[in-house]
């Protein structure tokens, strides 16, 4: 019987092998699509992380008194040892401390606890969200599934590499 003009379906396994060649064809077209977005991502993480270099970068003076360098005779600290750490700072040297102690990824909110025992204020609307924004932004960190991780260091057991 032929019901191809009726838009029945034809009898047997043929529509059925079909239907499943046609789904598979979408889902590789769509991993490949996927493999093309992680490429790029990538390349536009490591293009904003180029930026935040050139952005964060200690801005040239024009003309440097030899007075800013001479160490204070009472504590022996210069003037630009004496300038507290940025937020961002406190947050990388926070998160590299808590992440070597636990021995094991965390997320953005366990960071931030942690960080709060420390002592580290963030002050943000979302301060989690800060916390996981400067991690993303640095490369002495990597985001895996189950929170971020020191780059330099091996995922320990358990931790899965996003």
């Known amino acids: 019987m032929d019901n191809s003009g009726d838009g029945a379906l034809p009898e047997g396994r043929d529509w059925r092998d079909a239907a499943l060649r046609g789904v598979q064809a979408e889902i590789d077209a769509c991993l490949d699509d996927l493999a ?13 992380r180029s930026l935040m270099r050139v952005v964060e970068a200690p801005k040239p003076v024009a003309s440097v008194s030899s007075d800013h360098r001479r160490a204070d005779p009472a504590t022996g600290v210069t003037a630009s040892q004496a300038r507290p750490a940025t937020t961002s700072a406190l947050i990388r040297e926070g998160a590299r401390k808590v992440l070597r ?62």
């Open 101 to 162: 102690e636990t021995g094991r990824p965390m997320n953005r909110a366990e960071l931030l606890e942690a960080l709060r025992g420390r002592g580290v204020e963030v002050k943000a609307t979302d301060p989690a969200r800060a916390v996981g924004r400067v991690l993303w932004r640095s490369e002495e960190f990597v985001h895996l599934d189950d929170g971020y991780w020191l780059a330099a260091v091996p995922v320990p057991d358990g931790g899965v590499d996003a």
């Open 36 to 48: 093309k977005l992680q490429a790029h991502l990538a390349a536009l993480k490591e293009f904003q």
